[in-house]
């Protein structure tokens, strides 16, 4: 028997000592996989069988813990289409009387909605929609899904966990600011339609996201949501107002002199492409989104992107007042602004040559830590170290592991350095510790470009002789224009640089074990020719 076989036997046999859940769960994972196999990283994975073929083959094969799983696949298949629903037919007239397997198993059936509740962040931006039923045996469950608004409504993450809506609830109200992100009401149609539209597009989306629970679950979620009624709204948005976009562009040009052209154009952009669709109303996470992919760089920067900041600002300042936005979000919006202008002007230009900060070997040991790090430096290559994230909330483990994958990836189209990439889920892990807050929003592709942005810094892998250019990395995560560097600067900050926008000059972490092999080689020889150069110690 193959091993995969022995090990699906294993998984089964696992499953079935558990409950309901625990099987529905394994066969939503492998059902996916069928459908559409994709690595960790969201990459085609070559060699699968179809569904069709995996079904004849495990039929044929008479075996119980395949049968089982294919029941259980069964019961996910009812009601998706007229092909599934036939299939899982062929699968229980077939296998469901070969074995003696717990009631739920042979006769299927639907998941028993409990409730629905949703979680709107105030401004728009993004979403989670929970949804609680009861399995076949009494089981809970609730699916938590995290929808990104300020994004076109995509899927940003998805589990299910075997438990109660209640409990659930509690754990996602747990070190989230209810003020930020209330809890509001949502009929089961509406959280359906919401939901089926988020995935739609997330089966368009290419690169596909992929994290440690979505698109594995992908089956459980739409099985249960075949449970909810049809005919549900989408997300609201504002209506449109020519009048009062007209006005809040005059009350903006009346603030800063010259700039109505501009505020048109952003008031335009936010209409369209906004979580809210509200002018008045700008989340940190559509000023992100903003400056990074909705603005013509090019013409804006060649015409005033000075003035397009400033009308930002503006922009930002005027319509939160107008629409009563709390101070602190407000403050995050602008802060955002901050860290990003740069992305509207010119990829940086810095130097590598420590001239001026000291001599050679004075700055070989800031870049490693100090004189005792160069004195013991080696060219050992690193590796991976398991973190332990349990203390951290759902949601910023979430974040953080969608990033550490969207690293891996970039890493690997953009630089070809498993190290690389070690180097930057290590920086990713240390930002966790610092600030978990860091990872429970924002935009995940802009976070690891920040991320992979530092590491590659600190290696040397943009420097003229480098492999690639900041503007190859956005783009291997999707981003378009701009430089990672602005959200690298308050990453920087949280790791306890003193002044985010000197590093690249010197980009010291402080820490070898952030550096890959071919980064401390070079430092070691380096190390090596300036000891000579001075002579022998007197």
Not at 277 to 301: I, M, Y
């Amino acid at each position: 028997m193959a091993r995969r076989d022995l090990d699906l036997i294993r998984n089964v046999d696992e499953a079935l000592r558990g409950d309901a859940f625990d099987l529905l769960a394994y066969a939503s994972n492998v059902l996916e996989m069928l459908r559409r196999p994709l690595d960790s990283e969201g990459r085609p994975v070559s060699g699968m069988p179809t569904l069709g073929d995996m079904v004849d083959r495990t039929l044929a094969d008479a075996v119980r813990q395949s049968d089982a799983l294919l029941l259980a696949m069964a019961t996910l298949l009812d009601g998706s289409g007229s092909a599934d629903t036939a299939l899982a037919a062929r699968i229980r007239a077939e296998a469901g009387g070969r074995w003696r397997l717990p009631d739920w198993i042979a006769q299927g059936g639907a998941p028993r909605i409990t409730g629905t509740a949703a979680f709107d962040h105030v401004l728009g931006a993004d979403a989670t929609i929970l949804i609680g039923a009861t399995l076949a045996d009494g089981t809970p469950a609730t699916a938590t899904v995290f929808i990104d608004r300020d994004a076109g409504g995509l899927i940003a993450d998805a589990f299910l966990a075997p438990e109660t809506l209640e409990a659930a609830l509690a754990a996602g109200a747990r070190g989230v600011d209810a003020d930020e992100f209330p809890r509001a009401e949502i009929a089961p149609a509406d959280a359906r339609a919401r939901i089926e539209r988020a995935i739609a597009d997330d089966l368009a989306l290419d690169p596909p996201l992929v994290t440690a629970t979505w698109p594995a679950c992908r089956p459980l979620l739409a099985w249960i949501l075949r449970a909810l009624p049809e005919g549900g709204e989408d997300f609201p948005r504002a209506d449109a107002d020519p009048a009062g976009d007209d006005e809040l562009a005059a009350a903006i040009a009346q603030r800063l002199a010259g700039s109505e052209r501009h505020a048109r154009t952003l008031i335009a952009l936010n209409r369209e492409h906004s979580g809210a669709g509200d002018p008045r109303q700008w989340s940190d996470t559509f000023v992100e989104t903003l400056l990074l992919d909705l603005l013509p760089f090019e013409e804006t920067a060649q015409a005033d992107p000075d003035g397009v900041v400033d009308a930002l600002r503006a922009a930002i300042e005027e319509g939160h007042r107008r629409a009563g936005v709390a101070e602190r979000l407000t403050r995050a919006s602008l802060d955002a602004v901050d860290q990003l202008e740069d992305s509207l002007r010119h990829l940086l230009e810095f130097d590598d040559d420590p001239a001026g900060r000291g001599d050679e070997l004075a700055s070989l040991a800031v870049r490693v830590g100090g004189r005792r790090h160069l004195d013991a430096l080696d060219a050992i290559p690193i590796t991976r170290v398991v973190p332990d994230h349990r203390g951290m909330d759902d949601r910023a483990r979430a974040g953080l592991e969608t990033v550490r994958g969207l690293v891996e990836r970039a890493c690997a189209e953009v630089f070809g350095d498993p190290e690389l990439a070690v180097s930057a889920a290590r920086i990713a892990d240390l930002l966790a510790e610092a600030d978990a807050r860091l990872f429970a929003k924002g935009k995940p592709e802009l976070a690891a470009a920040a991320i992979t942005w530092i590491a590659g810094t600190a290696n040397g892998a943009f420097e003229p002789a480098g492999p690639a250019q900041p503007a190859a990395l956005m783009a291997a995560l999707g981003l378009r224009g701009g430089t990672p560097a602005g959200r690298a600067g308050a990453y920087l900050a949280a790791l306890g640089v003193e002044d985010p926008d000197a590093w690249p000059a010197l980009p010291a972490l402080g820490d070898p074990s952030l550096l890959t092999s071919r980064t401390r080689r070079e430092l070691i020889r380096r190390r090596d020719e300036a000891r000579a150069a001075d002579g022998p110690p007197a």
